[in-house]
């Protein structure tokens, strides 16, 4: 199986709602990064957390990592129909410097 | 507006032909990517290239040619393509692609479609 795997698949609230986002990975990383991708476009960058770092904020955006655990989440507070998107993490890893990433998070905001 | 731009957006192309995919980033980096994402499967790494070498193909079939010949610019020649091919190909560019996994900059993507 793969790294970066994300749960749930598919969430969908209502606007004003928070929504959290959960990733798993598998081997020792340097740091998780979330990315958003609105319907066939490409993927942006939202947050970069470092391996030594445990929370950090953006905005609405609220990210945690525990490397214990091999986990992230990422948190969207007050949502908005904007922030329908798929939401992506992906695994840096120190020797490669390569990202792997997630299957995904499709988020469905509801006006 | 990520400062990655590919071109074309679309394509549909039959198995015989031949047609390349093309990328160019206007962000001063080092590292460029190609990427293959296929609908309900994980964004699939296909090639990396570092100021210009290739450091990095993840078992892409040879029907894939990637070619770059500067560091702003990265090409993806396809040929006798099969219809499963058919995906959205993504570019990315990021600062340097070893060492530290730096965030990448994506580009808008080429919707493929192999008849």
């Known amino acids: 199986s793969q790294q970066g795997e994300e749960d749930p698949q598919a969430l969908s609230i209502q606007e004003g709602e928070n929504a959290t986002m959960n990733c798993s990975y598998k081997t020792s990383i340097n740091n998780l990064q979330w990315y958003r991708q609105n319907s066939g476009r490409g993927l942006v960058h939202l947050i970069l957390?470092?391996?030594?770092?445990r929370e950090k904020h953006s905005g609405r955006l609220r990210v945690t990592l525990d490397t214990s655990k091999k986990s992230s989440s990422l948190l969207i507070t007050a949502s908005r129909a904007a922030d329908t998107a798929s939401y992506f993490c992906?695994?840096?890893?120190?020797?490669?410097?390569?990202?792997?990433f997630g299957q995904g998070t499709t988020l469905q905001v509801k006006p | 507006e990520t400062g990655v731009t590919q071109t074309p957006r679309h394509l549909v192309m039959g198995m015989t032909n031949k047609k390349s995919l093309k990328c160019e980033q206007h962000l001063g980096h080092n590292a460029m990517y190609w990427y293959k994402q296929s609908a309900k499967k994980p964004l699939e790494l296909m090639f990396v290239?570092?100021?210009?070498?290739?450091?990095e193909n993840n078992s892409v079939p040879s029907r894939f040619s990637p070619e770059c010949p500067n560091s702003s610019h990265l090409f993806l020649h396809l040929h006798t393509l099969q219809p499963e091919d058919s995906a959205l190909y993504l570019c990315?560019?990021?600062?340097?692609?070893?060492?530290?996994?730096?965030?990448?900059?994506f580009g808008p993507g080429t919707r493929l479609t192999v008849l």
């Open positions: 990315a560019s990021s600062q340097e692609g070893r060492g530290e996994s730096d965030t990448q900059y």
């Open positions: 290239y570092n100021f210009k070498e290739q450091t």
């Open positions: 992906a695994s840096g890893h120190s020797n490669t410097g390569k990202l792997i």
């Open positions: 957390i470092r391996s030594n770092e």
